[in-house]
């Protein structure tokens, strides 16, 4: 917009285009008062009333023209162009024009007249483009006003809208939930915000605005924000939208027999409504959003006689909006409503409602369907003894014997809060799943005898796949990688035949098993090979809730096994099409902060982790707490933030346990780094611990860290069982640990430096930092100058430095304050006498500062310090060697 305004541009001005809300008019102003701060600017407004009226829009300037200019257009429009030169004074002309639809066409042709003869630029502000004068439509077909269309924002960017409207840092699961509550309309999202942050479903802990689902809200704001769309509406039409707003969809034939066709129309035009077809023509809301304030605005009394009027038509409506209706309305609800609301509310991520809507029918217990979809939502909630409990009482309340496709799906369910349940003690015993892996052959027998009792084949096969991946998970998330990837890996063989997404899932569990043990490549191609699909939402056969937790597996995997630059690659490559297939909520912003963890780096990772382990401590379905806490405590630690380190500590000790071996193990590699940063002298001997642990265990990544770790927190001894270790593991990662483990255990930094370049290129930025120093503290220490220079040349290439100050400080960085000035002095060919004189000190005190000088640079003379501190002077032979000596 603002290349507009510049004289040699072809265009003269922008058409922008959005919903009520979305900031057109902000957006406008703000490049006004950025870019056309010396213009004058000429402000119209359109209206329906000032539409109805030639030049309407332009009625307070023409009252200063002279009354025989204002006889005929074509004069107008010369005298308010004469009128408008007149003020500008010779400045830019801009026209500034919302609600530009509005215009009468007399406004717009004198406007549009004034962009095509350049007396002017423009902006103008459409809610509705269609409806734009033709002259503006010209304009903009023969390129001389470009058009914007404001698109709604992005979750990421509702968040940093949101942080600066609350003040303070809110959490992702927080600003997700409030951008789908308004569309990412900023105006609508500010409203959400502040009925949100009334009714306490956002609230503050700990310095962070995190998301509470328990408190629910009536949106006050976000009503009155959008009244003005619902002005002019006759009862009728205001009746049908509260009836659709409580039942998701109506029957079109049951609406005409209460409404007008014409009054239906009239909604639709206006965009308030929509025709679906759901088995029948059917009405639903146009914007989801109306449909919440809406219903915020309605009372159980209100909505009994709503009720009254006409019934949810389970047929056509949404089953989670009819039984909250019906509940709300103290009415019950019907056991197949009971059981496809709680199934809707299941899939929609809502296992608090699910449970309600269950529980509502008092039979519940006597239905397989319904006491799946109940232990469903408690082990969403994380109550994995309450699901198990429901299944027990569900057995003893119906003793028929009857199996189901549904009476095998209880079973993974069963199994799953199985798994839950050993969550606290697998990590520290034997990390068997035998309590709780019979109920999988149990399963297949089940699934067999259905098939010989005429199951059908597509019904068959979905259980089968169901059955395949709750056992991946259970084997994976006990750790037992072996059996995991002999099991997988024939039936991924098995190619497309059982769906691709299905494929992909099975994938991402035989990614685990494959890099946590030591086939780490063969992790990376198949990880790289999934993600397009993973993130691809047009797979029939994946839904979200499948491809995201597959996602932060393969992430996860990725970065244990040190590929953290194809983890950053995988998580950045959807950056700016947030939505549907892009890994999202609190699951993102831990990924984002382990990322950041893994890499070294500190403030990064606390930014992201802070806020996701105070959401996780509000609401914390996936167990995820634990591992969070751990990792946010050593990044806490990182950054000398020692009593929070100590807190997050504390809180990853209370919280349960995470139901992943994996991640429980990486819980513990970060406690055991943070409690060294906080002073702990048994770190060595906890990371061989575990190192052992991970070795009889068969997960080989996770040994190959802790080694690494040890030998990095200074433990050489261990040098050579890391050696030993990554020798046998495959990928980068295991060969730049070989080298580390040379370079550490011989002291040499050419090895060093090798690994070094290897962890900057996967992203480790810490490792590679340290190593750096650790090879220049060896070469320093030998008197290998050539080495030591080219360390210093290489950092100040890799930092884009090419000013001589920067090498001369690179050099001088490890000498005193003092040592640096002296050091200067004599390099610039000042006598001792001169430089003591100087400093007031004396010349033998001067003699024994450049002992030191020269003993640190090793150089045996001013002269070799006068070349060293001048590196332009040096030329390339002396690099060129040292790149020999290194190599």
Not at 463 to 477: D, H, I, K
Request: glycine fraction near 8%; include cysteine; charge should be negative.
């Amino acid at each position: 917009m603002a290349d507009c305004l510049k004289p040699e541009s072809a265009v003269s001005g922008c058409l922008v285009v959005g919903d009520s809300g979305t900031g057109k008019s902000a957006l406008i102003r703000h490049v006004l008062s950025v870019y056309g701060g010396a213009a004058y600017v000429v402000n119209v407004r359109g209206s329906a009333f000032a539409g109805r009226t030639p030049f309407g829009a332009l009625t307070f300037m023409l009252s200063e023209l002279e009354p025989e200019s204002a006889s005929h257009p074509v004069l107008i429009l010369r005298g308010l162009t004469e009128l408008i030169r007149e003020r500008a004074a010779g400045r830019q002309v801009i026209l500034a024009v919302d609600n530009a639809e509005e215009l009468d066409e007399f406004s717009a042709m004198v406007l549009g007249q004034m962009v095509v003869n350049r007396s002017a630029h423009m902006f103008a502000a459409f809610r509705d483009f269609s409806a734009a004068p033709a002259e503006f439509m010209g304009l903009w077909r023969e390129g001389l006003l470009t058009r914007l269309d404001l698109e709604p924002m992005l979750p990421s960017e509702c968040a940093h809208l949101l942080e600066a409207n609350l003040r303070g840092p809110i959490s992702r699961a927080a600003a997700e939930e409030l951008a789908s509550a308004s569309g990412g309309n900023p105006s609508m999202l500010l409203a959400v915000a502040e009925d949100y942050r009334e009714c306490g479903r956002v609230k503050p802990r700990d310095g962070v605005w995190v998301l509470d689902k328990t408190r629910h809200c009536t949106f006050p704001r976000l009503y009155a924000a959008m009244a003005v769309r619902l002005t002019g509406l006759s009862a009728g039409q205001r009746e049908l939208l509260d009836l659709l707003a409580l039942s998701g969809a109506l029957p079109l034939e049951q609406v005409l027999e209460r409404l007008d066709s014409l009054e239906v129309d009239a909604l639709q035009e206006a965009g308030l409504l929509q025709l679906q077809h759901r088995g029948a023509p059917a009405l639903s809301l146009g914007d989801p959003a109306l449909g919440t304030a809406l219903r915020g605005q309605l009372d159980s009394g209100r909505r009994r006689e709503l009720l009254e009027i006409m019934v949810p038509d389970t047929a056509v409506a949404l089953p989670s909006h009819a039984a909250e209706w019906l509940l709300s309305a103290g009415a019950k609800l019907s056991a197949p409503l009971a059981l496809s609301a709680g199934r809707a509310a299941n899939a929609a991520g809502d296992p608090e409602a699910a449970q309600e809507y269950i529980e509502a029918d008092p039979d519940y217990l006597s239905s397989t369907a319904a006491v799946l979809e109940l232990s469903r939502a408690q082990l969403r909630r994380g109550n994995a003894a309450q699901a198990a409990d429901a299944i027990l009482r569900h057995r003893s309340f119906d003793e028929t014997g009857t199996v189901s496709p549904d009476s095998v799906r209880l079973l993974l369910v069963e199994a799953a809060s199985g798994c839950r349940a050993l969550a606290e003690q697998q990590f520290v015993a034997s990390g068997s799943a035998d309590p709780h892996a019979a109920l999988f052959g149990d399963a297949d027998r089940m699934l067999a005898e259905l098939r010989t009792q005429g199951l059908a084949h597509r019904e068959a096969a979905m259980l089968e796949r169901e059955l395949v991946l709750e056992r991946a998970r259970c084997l994976t998330q006990h750790g037992q990688y072996s059996e995991a990837a002999s099991f997988l890996s024939g039936i991924y063989a098995r190619g497309d035949e059982n769906g691709r997404g299905f494929r992909a899932l099975v994938g991402s569990w035989l990614c685990v098993a494959w890099g946590m043990s030591d086939r780490q490549s063969d992790a990376h191609e198949l990880a790289a090979a999934l993600w397009p699909i993973l993130t691809d939402v047009h797979q029939p056969d994946l839904d979200e809730g499948q491809a995201a937790p597959a996602q932060a597996r393969i992430l996860h995997v990725l970065m244990v096994t040190g590929a953290l630059d194809a983890a950053a690659d995988f998580l950045y490559q959807d950056a700016g099409t947030e939505g549907d297939g892009s890994l999202g909520g609190t699951l993102r912003e831990v990924c984002e902060g382990m990322l950041h963890a893994f890499a070294g780096r500190g403030a990064a990772a606390i930014a992201l982790l802070h806020p996701a382990a105070t959401q996780l401590a509000v609401f914390d379905p996936d167990g995820l707490q634990h591992t969070v806490s751990a990792v946010a405590a050593y990044c806490a630690a990182l950054q000398g933030q020692y009593e929070r380190a100590e807190e997050h500590l504390r809180t990853a000790g209370a919280v349960p346990a995470t139901p992943s071996w994996a991640l429980q193990r990486t819980a513990a590699h970060f406690t055991v780094l943070a409690r060294n940063l906080l002073g702990s002298e048994d770190a060595h001997e906890a990371l061989a611990e575990l190192a052992a642990k991970d070795d009889a265990r068969g997960a080989g990544a996770y040994a190959v860290l802790s080694l690494l770790s040890a030998v990095r927190l200074g433990d050489t001894a261990a040098a050579q069982q890391l050696l030993d270790t990554a020798s046998v593991l495959q990928g980068r990662f295991a060969r730049l640990c070989e080298d580390y483990a040379k370079g550490a255990a011989g002291c040499d930094p050419q090895q060093l430096l090798l690994a070094s370049d290897a962890a900057a290129a996967m992203g480790h930025e810490l490792f590679a930092r340290e190593t750096g120093e650790r090879a220049l503290e060896i070469a320093a220490g030998s008197g290998d100058r050539a080495t030591v220079r080219f360390i210093h040349r290489s950092r100040r290439l890799q930092s884009g430095e090419t000013e001589n100050d920067a090498e001369v400080e690179d050099c001088l960085r490890g000498l005193t304050a003092r040592e640096r000035v002296i050091a200067r002095q004599a390099a610039s060919g000042t006598s001792n006498k001169m430089i003591a004189a100087e400093l007031s000190i004396s010349v033998r005190t001067v003699e024994g500062h450049l002992y030191q000088i020269y003993s640190k640079l090793h150089v045996g003379s001013r002269r070799e310090l006068s070349r060293l501190l001048s590196p332009s002077q040096t030329g390339s032979a002396n690099q060129s060697g040292a790149v020999r000596g290194v190599r």
